[in-house]
């Protein structure tokens, strides 16, 4: 059974920086397509973030040069560093895998406000 645990968000400042995790079960993220779709009230999913087998990284406009994804194989984690967090970053960051079928994850809650 595959599953994708995210961690990680929560309410900071703009400006401000967080780091959202996604520890895997059941598949092995190096090999898949790993990667951050986030989902805000009223407006479409986005993608935020990929990373792919080969270690290929692909970002969303609005996020390239605030948000590096990463994973470690040690612990079967990607990880989504957010720096210099906007109001307009606030969503829903859902964590995904992709190698024939997609695997999504619960989801977490990004607030950024003051």
């Known amino acids: 059974q595959v599953q994708l645990v995210e961690s990680g968000g929560g309410l900071v400042q703009p400006g401000g920086s967080l780091r959202l995790s996604c520890a895997a079960s059941g598949i092995i993220v190096s090999a898949h397509i790993m990667g951050w779709y986030r989902q805000a009230p009223g407006k479409p999913r986005e993608l935020v973030a990929r990373l792919t087998e080969g270690g290929i990284t692909n970002y969303g406009d609005s996020v390239k040069g605030r948000f590096t994804i990463s994973r470690d194989n040690t612990k079967n984690t990607v990880y989504l560093q957010m720096n210099s967090l906007e109001p307009e970053d606030t969503a829903v960051y859902l964590c995904?895998?992709?190698?024939?079928?997609?695997?999504w994850g619960q989801g977490t809650q990004v607030t950024v406000s003051s």
């Open positions: 995904y895998a992709y190698r024939f079928v997609t695997y």
